[in-house]
């Protein structure tokens, strides 16, 4: 083998060796949830329902909704929920023509909601006489190291996001379909 060979091999295996260390050290990874429901009102009815970022009571986990700001840019709200914990949001955009809210989570217990980083969008869009409402989101799992416990991992974190879309999807189509 050639000086020039000897070298090269050495540094590709220098490479291969300085990599295998980051094929183990991934950490968690961006999850995203999309859940939605078509309802069978005007899209106005159900963005009034849903629509004021101050009033969360629509959901069947939420007690109760207190904060400030209304519906403007960087406005706050503190949910209480039915089961005792707090979640601490502030709106980071509003559409009210095209009927649309994002928000983040800004402090969360991890026992309580297992993620970080959370951000969400909640839309509802006229589908002719009907709408259909988009609620989506990405966060990462509770727990941001590697090997998280399971009530901390990205399945833990996934699952109950989707249960609280779900279940606030289903209760908001059940009560304005009921007339409410």
């Known amino acids: 083998?050639?000086?020039?060979?000897?070298?090269?091999?050495?540094l590709a295996l220098l490479g291969v060796l300085a990599a295998a260390p980051l094929a183990d050290a991934h950490g968690p990874t961006r999850q995203k949830v999309t859940e939605t429901?078509?309802?069978?009102?005007?899209?106005?009815?159900?963005?009034?329902?849903?629509?004021?970022?101050?009033?969360?009571?629509?959901?069947?986990?939420?007690?109760?909704t207190e904060g400030s700001g209304g519906n403007g840019k960087d406005?706050?709200?503190?949910l209480t929920l039915k089961s005792g914990g707090t979640i601490s949001e502030t709106l980071t955009k509003y559409d009210a023509a095209?009927?649309?809210?994002?928000y983040e989570i800004t402090a969360v217990d991890v026992k309580v909601l297992p993620v970080n980083n959370y951000s969400a969008t909640l839309s509802v869009e006229a589908k002719g006489s009907t709408s259909v409402v988009e609620w989506r989101s990405?966060?990462?799992r509770g727990f941001l190291n590697n090997d998280p416990p399971p009530e901390l991992s990205d399945e833990a974190a996934v699952?109950?996001?989707?249960?609280?879309?779900?279940?606030?999807?289903?209760?908001?189509?059940?009560k304005l379909e009921a007339g409410g």
Do not use: C
């Open 138 to 140: 990405a966060f990462y």
């Open 37 to 64: 429901v078509e309802i069978a009102a005007p899209a106005d009815k159900v963005w009034a329902a849903i629509g004021n970022f101050q009033d969360m009571g629509w959901h069947p986990a939420i007690a109760k």
């Open 75 to 78: 406005a706050k709200r503190v």
């Open 1 to 10: 083998m050639t000086l020039r060979g000897s070298i090269a091999s050495g």
């Open 159 to 174: 699952k109950a996001i989707k249960g609280v879309f779900r279940s606030g999807l289903d209760a908001l189509k059940a």
């Open 98 to 102: 095209g009927r649309s809210l994002g």
